[in-house]
């Protein structure tokens, strides 16, 4: 695992636009998974813009949607499926067999998670995964006490989750269960990107990268990952010691 600084969410987030556009330049059939939330959106709407600009080839690359909040219609707003419709896979145009997003209103939630986990394997695993990082330390929902064995799954939500969820939503929403990609899929990614800003991530920051690796704490997992980066801004690395 490798952590780069940066000034701020701007510069943070270029670079990281950069790295996935140099990537499909380099890789046209690449497999790329994002979470959704508010870490990521800059850098989605910066990728766009460049593979738009740059007139990158899009018409190979696979897009998978990290997670999802089960029980909301696509519809709401405050849904990756919404988040990624709008920002990423529109814009992009990109056809209905380049990316899988989990259905949360799936009658059986268990074949959603085998149909993503067959969906990985037959596109010979993730080549970038972009995260970002929750209040208790998940990375998707992937929750504390999850196994770092792991593959897609359907998790009861922790209390931090539920509540800190509730941003994304106009108004508020029953929120009970998640259905995630699982550590294995990060483990077995060939590059992770996890993505924090803000002084709110400092305390998380610190324990994902200076503090002991345990499922207890789900982003201690990136110290593990020989091609992990964790990349913030001047804010969430304000409690490391020796952040430089
Ligand atoms: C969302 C996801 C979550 C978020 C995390 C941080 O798809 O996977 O794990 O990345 O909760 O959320 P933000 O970026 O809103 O602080």
Request: hydrophobic fraction near 40%; include cysteine.
């Amino acid at each position: 695992m490798e952590l780069k600084r940066f000034r701020n969410y701007q510069e943070l987030s270029e670079f990281v636009a950069g790295e996935i556009a140099d990537s499909i330049k380099n890789k046209p059939s690449l497999v790329l998974c994002l979470a959704s939330g508010d870490t990521p959106k800059l850098t989605v709407e910066l990728l766009v813009n460049k593979i738009n600009e740059e007139k990158i080839d899009r018409s190979k690359i696979t897009f998978i949607g990290l997670d999802e909040w089960v029980g909301l219609p696509p519809t709401n707003s405050g849904s990756c499926h919404y988040f990624f419709k709008n920002n990423l896979i529109g814009p992009l145009q990109l056809m209905t067999s380049q990316y899988f997003l989990f259905d949360a209103l799936a009658d059986d939630l268990r074949n959603e998670c085998l149909k993503m986990d067959k969906f990985i394997n037959e596109k010979n695993g993730i080549d970038i995964m972009v995260v970002g990082i929750g209040m208790n330390g998940h990375i998707g929902f992937n929750e504390p006490g999850s196994s770092f064995d792991n593959l897609s799954h359907i998790i009861d939500l922790d209390e931090i989750t539920r509540s800190v969820g509730q941003k994304y939503f106009n108004e508020k929403v029953e929120l009970s269960q998640g259905i995630t990609i699982g550590f294995k899929h990060l483990l077995n990614a060939k590059k992770v990107f996890l993505m924090a800003n803000g002084s709110k991530k400092a305390e998380v920051i610190k324990k994902t990268v200076q503090g002991p690796v345990t499922e207890y704490f789900p982003a201690s997992i990136m110290q593990q990952h020989e091609n992990g980066f964790v990349l913030v801004d001047d804010d969430a690395a304000s409690l490391l010691s020796n952040p430089d």
